[in-house]
Structure formats: structure tokens, C-alpha cells
């Protein structure tokens, strides 16, 4: 079982991603074929890629915050010492916390009034609400991964261990 969670906290966004990735190419290799070829397309392919994007964004989110693939300014990084980065590391952690705390909160607000006013798509007619979904599931997913860095980077921190800054894109 413990292997089982292990894997899902390793790969779940990714494998979430690989999944919307494949419909999203699909349906758009599909629609251009029906286009070019056929002089024909439909409002539902487009709906599903867009829908699928939104979906890669948000959960792509989350996993840039698990492998602190974020963009930022961290010239100052290499200028402090290991205790002063983790610091600053866990303070960037808290603010950013915070803001997702409020968007969550926000975006699930939009969720409901979706859910109450009963809108539908306009070519799938399936409801909105599973596609504004992916807005509180991607802060919802930031926040999980937020509350793992925080507590790693605090036992690096504790235990005098360097702090975890991520894969490194270029160097």
C-alpha cells in the first residue's frame, strides 16, 4: 500500500498530464484532419482541446511547484548562506500558500455558481462545473504540494541539510 502511495505522489500529475496531453493532440490531430480533408469540424473538438489545455495548466501548476520549476528571480539565492535560502524558501512557500488558500477559496465560488445556475457547454452540453473544476483542483493540488515542500524544506532546515531547490532546467 505504502509503495502504492509512493508512486501516486511521485507520478500522479504527471500521469494526470500525460492524459490530457494525448486527448488534447488527438482530438487536434483529428480536427485538422476533418477540416482539411473533409471540410468539416465540429464545435465539441474544440471545446475538448481547450478544455484540455485548462486541465494541463492547472495541474502542470502543481507539479512546477513540487519540483520548484516556477519561475523566479533567485540571484539572491547565491549570495546567502544554506540557512538564509531555506528561509527564503519557506517564506516564498508561505506567501504563495496563502494566495492559493484565497484563490481556492474564490475559484470554488465560481464552481458553485456554475453548479447552481445549471450552465451547460455549448457544444458538448455537458456542465461547466467539470471543467471550471480544474481551477480549485489545480490550487488544491498546489496547496497539497506546498504543505510537502514546507514540511521538507523544515526538516532540512531542522536538521541542517541543504534545501531542496529543484531540477535545474539550464545551467
Given amino acids: 500500500m505504502s509503495n502504492l ?4 505522489n511521485k507520478n500522479a500529475e504527471r500521469w494526470a498530464l500525460l492524459g490530457f496531453y494525448t486527448m488534447l493532440v488527438a482530438t487536434m490531430f ?6 482539411e480533408v473533409f471540410a ?3 464545435i465539441w473538438g474544440e471545446e475538448i482541446v481547450r478544455y484540455s489545455f485548462i486541465y494541463l495548466a492547472w495541474i502542470g501548476a502543481a507539479v512546477a511547484v513540487k519540483d520548484r520549476g516556477h519561475i523566479r528571480i533567485d540571484v539572491l539565492f547565491h549570495y546567502v548562506g544554506p540557512r538564509v535560502k531555506a528561509l527564503l524558501y519557506i ?12 484563490a481556492l477559496y474564490w475559484s470554488f465560488e465560481t464552481v458553485m455558481v456554475s453548479y447552481e445556475f445549471g450552465s451547460v457547454t455549448d457544444g458538448l452540453r455537458i456542465s461547466k462545473v467539470w ?6 483542483i489545480g490550487f488544491a493540488l498546489m496547496i497539497f504540494r506546498l504543505v510537502q515542500s514546507l514540511l521538507r524544506d523544515l526538516d532540512n532546515l531542522r536538521h541542517g541539510r541543504p534545501v531542496y531547490e529543484g531540477e535545474k532546467m539550464f545551467d
Fill in 5 to 8: 502511495l509512493g508512486q501516486l
Fill in 30 to 35: 483529428i480536427e485538422v484532419i476533418r477540416r
Fill in 40 to 42: 468539416y469540424s465540429s
Fill in 91 to 102: 517564506f516564498g512557500d508561505l506567501v504563495m500558500f496563502i494566495v492559493a488558500l484565497i
Fill in 131 to 136: 471543467f471550471l473544476a480544474a481551477v480549485p
